[in-house]
C-alpha cells in the first residue's frame, strides 16, 4: 500500500516537474535578431523585426542546396511598442522571441522628436527583452532600411551590426558600445547626458535588401557605424564626428586601443601609433564655488608607421615624440570638451563626478547645470610613453637617397 | 512537542537561508538609496540586540517555547491571548512570504502560470517536508545551503570577472544626509533580521544549548553582510537608478553577466537562489504556526494540522491583496510598523521586563 501511494506521488511530482505551463516550442518560435523603431509622421511607431530563417543558418548540406536570405524584416505599426510584437503575427507564422536580440535601432528622427524615455520604458519592463542588445541611433535613414541591408560576411545583419560596434570600439574608440542597460543607466542619471553611436546606411536599400548584394566582390550598398549621437534631456541634439566623437572617449576612459598620428617635427611626414592602457582620471575641485574638472589621461602605445626621418634609437626623439602624441590628444580632447560645452550637454559626466566628490555644492549647481557647464573651467593634461617601435628601429625613409 | 532534536550548525543553516530568504532578491533596503547596504547593516546590528533579548529570555525557560513562557510569565489567560496573536501574526507572515514567492515568480519567468498553481505547489512541498518533521527540514537545510553558497561564489566571480562593478555608483556616501537611512531602518530591522524572533519557537529543539547565541549570531551578521554586499554590488552594476526601480534587482545585474560570451544568461541562477530561500522561509512560519497551534489548543500531533492550515495559508496568499502593487505597498508601509514592531520588538521586551522582575521578587 505504502508503495503504491509513493509511486502514485512519484507521477504527480512528474507532472509538476516539467514546467511546461510556460512551454515555447523551438518550432513556434520565431528568433528576433534585431528591431528597429521610427515613428511615423502620424505618431505611430514603425517597428521593425529581424527573424532568423532558422533552415538558412542552420549547417550542414541543407544550407548550400537553398538559396534564400537567412533573415526576413518584418515591419508593423502601432500605437505602442508591445501593440506592434503582437500584431506581428498577422505577418508571422510564429510567436516573436526576444531573449537572442542582439541590436536595437531607434530612429533618428524619433530621437529627435519624442525622445528616448518613451521608446525605453517597454524594454526595460518587458520580461522577454535582455537589456544586453547594443543600441544604436540610424543616421539619415530610418531604422527599418539599416536593419534590412544584408552583408556577405554574417549570415544575420543583426550580428554584423553588433559585431561591428563592438569591434570598432576595441580597436577605434570613436564610437562605444552601449547596451539597453548603460543607456537607461545613463538616462536616469541627472548630473550625466547619454550618447550613443550612429549607424548609416550608404548606397541603395532597395538594392542593399536583394540577397544578390552578396555576390558583389565589393558591395555598393553596406551599413557602417558613424557618429556619436549627442543628447540633451533624452532628445537627440546633434552628433559629433571623428576625432570630437573619440574625444568624448578619451574622458570617459572608454578607448581600449585606438590609433593617433601626428607629424615629427617641421612638418616632414608623419607617424601613427597604436594606444593601448589609457587610464583617464577626473579630479573635480571646487574653488570660490566655482567647478573645475582636471582631466588627468595616462597613456601608452607602441609606434605602427613612420615616414619621417627621425632616429627612433636615440632615447631624446622618443621623449620627442611623447611630447607631441600627448599635445595631439590633448588638442583633440580639448576640441570635444569646447564643443559640447556650446552645446551645454554634459556627456563626460562631468556632474556626476561632482556629485560624488563634492555632494553639498553638486546640490546648489545641479539645477543649473547645462549652463554652468558650458562655462566651467576644464583642464586637460596627457601623458603618452612610446614602449615600442615595431619590428624595425630606424624608419625606411632614412634609406632613401 | 515533537520529539525532535536540531544541531548548532543545523540552526546556523536553517537561520541564514532564513535571513538570506526573499530578501536577497527583494531588497528592502533600496529606498534608501545609494545608502541602501548602510541600511541593511544597520539593520543588521539591530537584528542582532534584538536576538539577544530573545536569547535571555530562552535561557530564562530552556524548555519552553515563546508561546509557553508567554504562559508562565503573563499567566493563563493573557498568555494564551498572546500566543493567539503570535499564532496569527507567524500564519500572517506565511502567507505573505507565500505570496511574495508567487508574485515573483510569475512576474519574473513564469508568465503564464497562474500564481495559484505556483503557490500550490510550494505549499505542498512545504507541507510534505514538515509532515516528515523538523529534523527533515534542518537536513533539507543542509543540503540546499551547499548549493546556495555554490550558487553565490560562482556568481560573485562572475559579476566581478564580467567588469560590469563600477564602485563610483555607490558615491557619494549619504548623499542626503542620514535621514532617508535612519527612515528605512525600521523597514530593514524588521525584515528579514526581526523575524529572526520566528526561531523562539524552534529553540528548544536545540540540543546544545549553549550553541544557541553562536549560531544564532554568526548566522545573522553571516547573513547580513551577504544581504549588505549584494545590494551594494546591485547598486555597482545597475545604478542607483534604475536598481530601485527593479522589481528584482538582483535577476537585473545578474543578467547583464557576459564573460567571454561564454558565461551569460545566468538569471536562472537567481531564481534558484529565490526559490530555496522562499522554501525555508514560508517552511519556518508555518512550523512556527504549526507549533503554537499545537500547543495553545493542546492538540497532540502537529502533523495533524498540516492539512487544513494549508489550505488556510495557500487561500489567504491569494486574499491577502488584490494584486502586486497592493502586496508590495502593504509589505512596505503597513506591516513593518503596525505588525512587525510590536510583535518583534515591543511584545519581547515586555515580556523580558516581566520575567526579570518577578524572577528579582521571588528571589528576595
Redo the contacts between chains.
Sequence with gaps: MRQRIGFIWLFLVLI?LT?C??QNELEDVALVMGMGIDKTEDGLYDVSFQIVNPEQVSGGEMSQSSKGTAVTTYRDKGQTLFETIRKISKEVPRKLSF?HMVVLIIGESLAEDEGLFEVMDFT?RF?GF???ATVLISRGSPAQSILSILNPIEKIPAMKIQEASKKTAEVWGETPDQNI?DL??TL??KSKEVSLSGIALVGDMQEGQHSSINEQAAPSTYIEINGLAIFQDGKLKGWLEDKEARGVSWVRNNIQKTVVTSTCKENEGILAVEVRNVNTKLKPTIKKGEPKITVNIKSEGSLQEVTCPVDLTDPNVIIELNKKLAKAIEEEVNTSVKTLQEEETDVFGFG?TL???H?KEWKKMKEDWSSTFSEMDVEVNVEFFIRGTGLRTKPLILEKK | MEKAKISGWQLFVLMLLFELGTAIVINPGLGAKKDAWLTVLLGMIIGLLLFVVYFVLYRLYPDLSLIGYGKKILGKYAGTVLGVLYLFYFLYIAVRDLRDFGELLT???????PIF?INT?MILSVAFVLWHGLEVLARTGEFFFVILMMVGVVGTTLVLGSGQIDI?QL??IL?NGWKPVLSILPLTATFPFGEIIVFTMLLPYLNQPRLCLRAGLSAMSFGGILLTWVVAMDIAV??I??AS?SAFPLL?AI??I?MAGLF??LDVAVVLTLIIGGFFKIAIFFYAALVSATELFKVKKYTSLIFPLSIVVLLSSMSVASNSVDHIKKGVELVPYYIHLPFQVGIPFILLAIALIRRHIKSN
Design positions: 509538476l514546467g505551463w510556460d531573449s526595460e520580461y535582455r537589456s544586453t542597460n537607461i543607466q536616469t542619471t556626476e556629485n560624488q566628490k555632494p | 512576474a519574473s519567468t513564469y508568465i503564464y502560470t498553481v505547489i563610483n558615491r557619494p548623499e545597475l545604478g537608478y534604475v526601480r537585473s543578467g547583464l557576459d551569460q544568461r
